[in-house]
C-alpha cells in the first residue's frame, strides 16, 4: 500500500505540466525530505516551499506579483534575486555558500542533490527572510 502510494505520487509528479521550478529541485517523492519539511516550524516550511517553487520572498517573484519594481539582488546587485541566484550563485554568499554547502558556486542539479537542511540554514545566513 505504502509503496503504491509513492509510486502513484511519483508517476503524477512526472506527467505533470506545471510546477517548472518546483520540478528542479524535487526530481521525485522523497520520504526523507517530506518528514523533514513536516517537523519545519511554519515559518521554514513557507521559506523552503517558496524556495522549491520559486514563490519565495525574492525580488524577482514579487516584481513578477508587481509588489516591488526592482528585480535586483539586494546583496550584491548585480543580478535578479532568484533561488538559483540566491542558493547557488550570488556572490555575496560565496563564503558562506562554501561553508555550508561546500561549494562557492551551484546549478539546479547541484542544489537538487542537496538536503534540505543547509538550503535553509544558507536562506537564514543570507538574512533575505
Ligand atoms: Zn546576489
Known amino acids: 500500500m505504502h509503496l503504491w502510494a509513492v509510486n502513484e505520487q511519483s508517476c503524477l509528479w512526472q506527467n505533470t505540466a506545471k510546477s517548472r521550478q518546483a520540478k528542479q529541485f524535487v526530481k521525485q517523492p522523497n520520504i526523507r525530505l517530506t518528514k523533514y519539511a513536516l517537523k ?17 520572498d525574492l525580488n524577482l517573484h514579487l516584481t513578477l506579483m508587481q509588489v516591488r519594481n526592482d528585480e535586483v539582488c539586494p546583496l550584491c546587485l548585480v543580478a535578479e534575486e532568484t533561488t538559483l541566484h ?7 554568499l560565496i563564503n558562506q555558500r562554501l561553508e555550508i554547502l561546500g561549494c562557492h558556486y551551484l546549478e539546479y542539479e547541484d542544489l537538487a542533490l542537496l538536503h534540505w537542511r543547509p538550503l535553509l540554514r544558507l536562506t537564514k545566513a543570507s538574512k533575505r527572510f
Open 86 to 92: 540566491l542558493l547557488g550563485k550570488c556572490c555575496a
Open 40 to 56: 519545519l516550524s511554519r515559518k521554514d516550511l513557507r521559506v523552503l516551499a517558496g524556495l522549491l517553487t520559486g514563490h519565495a
